[in-house]
């Protein structure tokens, strides 16, 4: 009987298939493994829309931005791919993706004032609008709720200022019990720029000016929590999921990463773990948060624009699901359904609206580099603060100024 | 056509085939990428244009950007002392077990054989577990000095600027040395027995025997296993980016990574191409030093 029915099934499949247009298969590339976000909703999408085919291929993260643009130079490209916010700009600022904004004045699934400030920045380029957010990430302060009983501190007052951080620290850190106060990624990588720019942001800086007050401040506050061992040393060569790490392990009291931990944490912290928003320098000042997560763009040279575009709204709507499903905060303001981890969430959700953009620019890693390269030979004391920031800045306006 | 067939069956049309081939490969392979290379350290290359030759020459201009980078001193030293370090370890413990295993004794060659391990596995692998045995604070090294009383506290092998770079080191010279050892073996086993009988009978002790033969006959096997090795080490990737990614604050950097950094990190791929060319020189003037050293090959 099951046999029968499945013959039905598929030959009224092949009649209403013929009835159609030949299909339309669209490349896709992504860096999601089968369990992911792409291929998670491909089978839903493909349902509801029987007149296009999907065909993805999975790209190592970092070898994403070298994979297309040798792609693009060859006539390989895919139609829709997954881009990592700071380099929309260099395949945008090349003419290599499609503008998005004649099918988004007319589209009723996506309302660019909808899309928070940051995201959008993220996949503007000129003016002009070139993909649209999957999802968001951002940074807040995850906290072991237990050791802050334990060692006498208000658990349901977590630190708001740099310096209720460091006396919390100081508390929580028991050497003699390998448990460090802090756990954080000052790592010569896209991390390490990622974790730094929200300090340099609240204590005024951006990636474009480096060389302030408040970036002396922090670099000098990150090298006294190095200095005095309220983090580790390996600090500064653990990217933030090895440094998360050792919090769900009990070794550091409160880590810096973003949402993309949950899952793990899950599984792995044994204790009552909680998230409150990043600290600011002092009482009132300016708060400010990392950006992360990338962004569905369409190629300039795509044959199937539409067909491409339809499968970005689906995406797009989705929105409501992504923190549920795939761990990322929505980028765009819209309800989320039934979120799990409720007062983590919250926590997040309102970290997303002070979420500030890397760049954009089109030599975004140059820039990236020469401020990770700063927080490297600062902590390590090769230079103090202040020269290490001179010399990132004169890098950064060699490459503003080109 | 009869008589294309038969040279190649049976004249020197078949030697002409056999060098062709060779001489193909050769230039499909070695030659192009070589001189792709070059130019590509002549001219202004991103990612973009990686496939058109049509790019602007800047002559000496990337080499010139290279010397000045701040960092440029630090890597080329980091760069002599990871080579000269990693060899002159990797040879003496690898000569030294060589010789060991030369010696008759129950399950020498098992044993021998067993050193290999080290050297089959991937760089990564190698590097993975190294990670663990050097971590900070959890790692065994440290759990082993500390208890020992050799260290009062813990030493930060990968992330303190003083010690990384021979953290790194130490990694490669493990690796490195099975495969001294095996090719020095060879080299041991190829020596005749009598030779030491006869200097045993005039009376040669040990060191005399090693100093006067050993030595001397080795020069070709020892001559091939220092060049190899510097071409090793000198393309010794994994190890550095499992271990430390030349960090912290390029204090593990050597040039090899730095090319990479160049060419895959922020995309300045003619930079990168120009590292890669200083190193290919220099790999040139040690092959010419190994080519020399075999060409004095003694007979006996």
Redesign the interface.
């Known amino acids: 009987m099951k046999a029968v029915m499945k013959w039905i099934a598929a030959a009224s499949l092949f009649m209403s298939g013929a009835a159609q247009a030949e299909p339309v298969t669209l490349d896709i590339w992504t860096i999601d493994r089968p369990d992911q976000y792409m291929y998670l909703l491909k089978d839903e999408f493909e349902q509801s829309h029987p007149d296009i085919k999907l065909n993805i291929k999975t790209v190592q993260f970092r070898d994403m931005?070298?994979d297309l643009?040798?792609a693009?130079?060859?006539g390989e490209s895919p139609d829709v791919t997954y881009i990592d916010n700071p380099e929309v700009a260099l395949f945008a600022s090349?003419g290599l993706l499609l503008d998005l904004g004649p099918m988004l004045a007319e589209s009723k699934v996506i309302k660019k004032e909808d899309i928070f400030p940051g995201p959008l920045s993220s996949v503007t380029w000129d003016g002009k609008i070139y993909g649209i957010p999957r999802g968001a990430n951002t940074l807040a302060l995850y906290y072991n709720a237990d050791m802050f009983k334990a060692t006498g501190l208000d658990p349901d007052n977590p630190p708001k200022t740099w310096d209720e951080l460091y006396a919390a620290a100081k508390k929580l850190s028991d050497p003699a019990k390998?448990i460090y106060g802090l756990a954080f990624s000052a790592?010569?990588?896209e991390e390490g720029t990622f974790q730094f720019l929200p300090w340099l942001q609240m204590a005024g800086g951006d990636y474009n000016k480096v060389d302030t007050e408040g970036g002396i401040k922090v670099l000098d506050f990150w090298g006294k929590l190095l200095d005095e061992k309220l983090a580790?040393?390996?600090?500064?060569?653990r990217s933030q999921f090895d440094s998360t790490g050792?919090f769900n392990a009990g070794?550091a009291a409160m880590a810096i990463s973003g949402p993309w931990e949950l899952p793990r944490m899950g599984r792995e912290a044994k204790f009552d773990y909680r998230a409150a928003l990043l600290p600011i320098p002092q009482e009132g000042a300016t708060r400010a948060s990392a950006l992360g997560e990338g962004d569905n763009v369409i190629l300039a040279k795509s044959e199937h624009p539409k067909e491409a575009f339809i499968l970005l709204e689906f995406l797009y709507s989705k929105m409501p699901d992504v923190w549920n499903r795939f761990g990322f905060v929505p980028a765009a303001n819209v309800k989320s359904n039934d979120p799990k981890t409720p007062a983590i969430y919250a926590v997040f959700e309102e970290s997303m609206k002070y979420a500030r953009n890397r760049g954009p620019h089109p030599e975004w890693?140059?820039i990236s580099?020469a401020i990770y390269?700063a927080i490297?030979?600062s902590?390590?004391h090769?230079s103090d603060a202040k020269t290490a920031l001179g010399?990132a800045q004169k890098q950064i306006d060699a490459v503003l100024n080109k | 056509m009869q008589g294309i067939i038969r040279t190649i069956r049976d004249g020197s049309g078949f030697d002409i085939l056999l060098l062709g081939l060779a001489l193909l490969y050769l230039i499909i392979f070695s030659a192009f990428p070589i001189i792709y290379n070059i130019i590509m350290s002549l001219q202004t290359v991103d990612m973009f244009t990686l496939t058109s030759f049509n790019r602007p020459f800047v002559g000496l201009q990337n080499y010139y950007d290279i010397f000045s980078q701040p960092v440029a001193g630090t890597i080329f030293w980091n760069t002599v002392k990871f080579v000269v370090l990693s060899i002159v370890f990797q040879l003496s413990i690898g000569f030294g077990l060589a010789l060991f295993f030369q010696q008759d004794f129950p399950g020498a060659s098992y044993l021998r054989g067993l050193f290999l391990a080290g050297w089959i596995m991937p760089a990564l692998v190698v590097g993975a577990i190294w990670k663990w045995l050097f971590a900070g604070d959890f790692g065994v090294i440290n759990y082993a000095l500390t208890s020992l009383g050799i260290a009062d506290d813990r030493i930060f092998w990968l992330s303190d600027p003083n010690v990384a770079l021979y953290a790194v080191i130490i990694a490669n010279i493990w690796l490195g040395i099975p495969f001294n050892m095996i090719l020095l073996s060879v080299g041991l086993a190829s020596i005749p027995r009598d030779v030491y009988e006869a200097a045993e009978l005039d009376g040669a002790g040990v060191f005399e025997r090693f100093r006067s033969i050993t030595l001397p006959l080795m020069r070709a096997q020892l001559g091939a296993v220092i060049s190899l090795g510097v071409i090793f080490t000198l393309q010794q990737f994994d190890l550095i980016a499992a271990l430390t990614q030349g960090g912290p604050a390029d204090s593990s950097n050597v040039a090899q990574y730095w090319s990479w950094q160049f060419s895959f990190q922020t995309y300045e791929i003619s930079l990168g191409s120009a590292v890669s060319v200083l190193m290919i020189i220099f790999v040139i003037v040690v092959a010419a030093v190994y080519v020399r050293s075999t060409r004095h090959e003694h007979s006996y």
Do not use: G
């Open positions: 931005v070298n643009a040798r693009t130079a060859t090349r390998n790592v010569a990588t580790s040393p390996d600090t500064l060569i050792t070794n890693p140059k580099k390269t490297q030979s902590l390590t090769q010399t």
